[in-house]
């Protein structure tokens, strides 16, 4: 499962339609909460959007690409921050919001989420999550991944805490 | 010196970030590091042994397939590498159209103060008002988003 805070949820959709018609691309900085990337119960918890540079100058419109000097940065960045890479985004311009074969093809973080917007005439419509399973490049594959929109981030806290409490 | 691992590799050591190992040249670091985590090999070579084409690694700030000796650079102790899988993509042969355009997707639900709602309509009704958007009923409440 994805969570993540509303107002970063917002964020990713409106960068999206900030770049249409070109597609936008971006980091997603949390925590795995179960520690095990692939486990059915852990949750790719978002605390923090970074945008990033779309370097496919030469075809914006239908590919993105993050520089891997920029993914540097921004490992470093979230190291500082105690988080760690669990996922990315993008847009689709006046696609759905569905993994593409290029999206799979180059789909290397096994474990993380892959946040996909489509934004029609400029407004983005759906969102969508697709969490990377697999152990390696030869049985990786995307599943639909359910996203929990969290609207406070002390309500959130409570949840948790709660839980915990019934546990 | 310190290499950082991408999350995608840290089940194979053993969840660190950082590992520290020591050797004269990328190479030789890299050797050391797949001895000290086996598994990590497959992910990073190919079985031929060269560098798997969409993983990226940096010696500071510097893509290592660039440096004039590439993996037989010298490295120091204070020096820092980092692995970096590549990310790209885009709609470029699309998969099929998904089935219906909802606000949010399937299984997908929204946590407002403890309840969970699959919709922003069933939320919106559940609150028992007759507000037309998310925005205008934490407008209501007096929330900030």
Known sequence: MLRIDYADYEALRAHGEETYPNECCGVLLGRNVAGEGNSAAA???VRQIMRAGNTRTDSAHNRYNI?????VKIQRQARGLGLDIVGFYHSHPDHPAQWSKTDFAEAHWLGCSYIITSVEQGKAVTTNSFLLRGTAEDDKKF?????????????AETVASNQKGHA | MNIHIPTPLRPYTGGLETVSISGATVNAVFQQLTASYPELKQHLFTPEGKLRSFVNVYLNDDDIRYLDAQQETAVKDNDELTIIPSIAGGTSCSSPAPDGATRFPPGATLSVQGAAYTSLRQMLSAKGAAYTSLRQMLSAKGAAL
């Open chain 1, 43 to 45: 949750t790719n918890h």
């Open chain 1, 143 to 155: 599943e639909d991944e359910a996203i929990q929109i969290d609207i406070a981030h002390t309500t």
């Open chain 1, 67 to 71: 520089a891997p000097q920029e993914l």
